[in-house]
């Protein structure tokens, strides 16, 4: 199962809202997660089983979607939140990750 | 509190070996699903293999073969063995605790800092 994420890059300024989208190849249920990596730094869970929002994390990320389309978004974009995010499937092997989304300052 | 601390990285010649060691603690590694990540400099994260609480090991068809994960109960330490290195495996490596709701894997929630393996001649 390949994912698919769009966009590869977005330009976005604090306080937008921002939506990054993660289409796999076929359905995969709700078994997507989405992570948060800063350059140098391991990743970081934001969200699995599509929606769920992992303790700890700022209710302004959320994730909606099943089968084979997912979105991860930002409702308002605080400084801290310019990083690259990647989904990554769980329904079945290999666990692939999508190519990245580099979310940088406008 | 949950901690995971990789060693084992280095240099090696393309077709040789390397053992990855990944020291857990806060948590008892058998009982969970652990697994490796890698990330080639500059690239995306790549799923390696997983190991789940009763043994039962799955991998990635780029390390399918060469790669082996296993674990160390009495040292709470997961492994990577990594034979017939290519210049293709060079990546910093991570390993990952999985979450999981019931028996289902969902993510993984806890990341070591990464140790860097580098195939080079």
């Known amino acids: 199962i390949q994912l698919t994420q769009s966009p590869s890059s977005l330009s976005a300024s604090v306080g937008d809202r921002v939506t990054i989208t993660c289409r796999a190849s076929?359905?995969?249920?709700?078994?997507l997660a989405w992570y948060q990596q800063k350059p140098g730094k391991a990743p970081k869970l934001l969200i699995y089983a599509a929606s769920t929002l992992q303790s700890g994390v700022p209710s302004r990320f959320s994730g909606s979607g099943s089968g084979t389309d997912f979105t991860l978004t930002i409702s308002s974009l605080q400084p801290e939140d310019f990083a690259t995010y990647y989904c990554q499937q769980l329904n079945s092997y290999p666990f692939h990750f999508g190519q990245g989304t580099k979310l940088e300052i406008k | 509190e949950v901690q995971l601390v990789e060693s084992g990285g280095g240099l090696v010649q393309p077709g040789g070996s390397l053992r990855l060691s990944c020291a857990a603690s806060?948590?008892?590694?058998?009982?969970?699903?652990m697994s490796w990540v890698r990330q080639a400099p500059g690239k995306g994260l790549e799923w390696v293999s997983v190991?789940?609480?009763?043994?039962?090991?799955y991998y990635a068809d780029s390390v399918k073969g060469r790669f082996t994960i296993s674990r160390d109960n009495s040292k709470n330490t997961l492994y990577l063995q990594m034979n017939s290195l290519r210049a293709e495996d060079t990546a910093v490596y991570y390993c990952?605790?999985?979450?999981?709701?019931?028996?289902?894997?969902?993510?993984?929630?806890?990341w070591g800092q990464g140790t860097l393996v580098t195939v080079s001649s």
């Open positions: 806060g948590f008892t590694v058998s009982s969970n699903y």
């Open positions: 190991i789940y609480s009763g043994g039962s090991t």
């Open positions: 076929q359905g995969i249920s709700s078994y």
């Open positions: 990952a605790r999985a979450a999981r709701y019931y028996d289902i894997l969902t993510g993984f929630d806890y």
